[in-house]
């Protein structure tokens, strides 16, 4: 059973930097995919913030771009985000997900659970 | 740039049908994918492609894009539906694609 499970520091100071880590089990991550993080402020809607693929190419969303920067792990088979100078509306549940193509559609099927990260004095 | 639009909120009553639509996806590229969010809990995929159900979904969920604009149909809805539901699709316009998500619509069921 394919699983990704986030973790990092819930609690981040302002103009500090946002560290996450999404562990994947049961799957390898260099096999033909991308893999993506998504943020949810609290109430709010979801936002993509980017992808890696096997090879390490990333795509990132352009409102963060400069600030965020994801890599992977391929002996821990993981995959990081970091997101310099936070501030309070960076505040938000980080997931990690698996993105496929298929049937001419680009679907998420794999979710973590979600890790909250405040940024807060 | 590629914005998605959904309605903020809809209701429908126990059993009855519902359709959640999704404005600005360019179907010339990819189909629309459609999650269901409830509280506290992660997005589950619901619908993706033409008209595809992942394994585990009920099939009074149903996909379609009727005069260009996706939408998702719950037919018979049941109490346990009520959620925020998240359209989304991939905006390959430029050198940087990038997915994108609809402002989601919270479904609830009289």
């Known amino acids: 059973q394919v699983q990704l499970q986030e973790s990092g520091p819930g609690l981040v100071k302002p103009s500090g930097t946002l560290s996450l880590t999404c562990d994947v089990s049961?799957?390898?991550?260099?096999?033909?995919?991308?893999w993506t993080w998504i943020r949810q402020p609290p109430g709010k809607g979801l936002e993509w913030i980017g992808e890696i693929y096997r090879s390490g190419s990333t795509h990132y969303h352009p409102s963060l771009r400069g600030r965020v920067a994801i890599s992977m792990d391929k002996f821990k088979n993981q995959f990081s985000l970091t997101l310099n100078s936070v501030t309070a509306a960076d505040t938000a549940l980080y997931y990690c997900?698996?993105?496929?193509?298929?049937?001419?559609?680009?679907?998420?099927?794999?979710w973590g659970r979600g890790t909250l990260v405040i940024v807060s004095s | 740039s590629y914005e998605l639009t959904q309605d903020p909120a809809v209701s429908v009553a126990l059993g009855q049908t519902v359709r959640i639509t999704c404005q600005g996806v360019n179907l010339r590229n990819y189909y629309a994918t459609w999650y269901q969010q409830k509280p506290g809990q992660a997005p589950i995929l619901v619908m993706y492609g033409r008209n595809t159900r992942p394994s585990g979904i009920p099939d009074r969920f149903s996909g379609s894009d009727s005069g260009g604009t996706p939408s998702l149909t719950i037919t018979g809805a049941q109490a346990e539906d009520e959620a925020d539901y998240y359209c989304s699709t991939r905006d390959s316009s430029n050198n940087s694609p990038r997915a994108v998500f609809g402002g989601g619509t919270r479904l609830t069921v009289l």
């Open positions: 997900a698996r993105p496929i193509f298929g049937d001419n559609s680009w679907y998420f099927d794999l």
């Open positions: 049961g799957y390898s991550i260099t096999s033909d995919n991308w």
